[in-house]
């Protein structure tokens, strides 16, 4: 359920915001929220940066793994 709230805005802000919700075909209302959405969701990437190098993939020896050697040998072409 959604929540009613009540902001102030610049009547220009305003002005310019109902231009691009009406390009946009939504509301002043949705382009608030979207913003904040996306606001949230940019900060997602840091725990996925922060993850990089938490791990380390297996190496089997060479011969051993059919499947390996023929993925390594498709797309790590050295």
Known sequence: ????I?????????RLAKQRA?????TVSGLIE??????????KPDL???M???ARLRVPESGKDPLH???RAKYLRR
Request: hydrophobic content about 40%; cysteine-free; aromatic content about 0%.
């Open 22 to 26: 009406v390009r946009r075909k939504t």
């Open 69 to 71: 050697d023929a993925l």
């Open 6 to 14: 009540t902001i102030t805005l610049d009547p220009e802000v305003h």
């Open 1 to 4: 359920m959604k929540s009613r």
């Open 52 to 54: 990089i190098g938490s």
């Open 34 to 43: 979207l913003l904040l959405q996306s606001d949230i969701s940019v900060k």
């Open 48 to 50: 996925v940066r922060s």
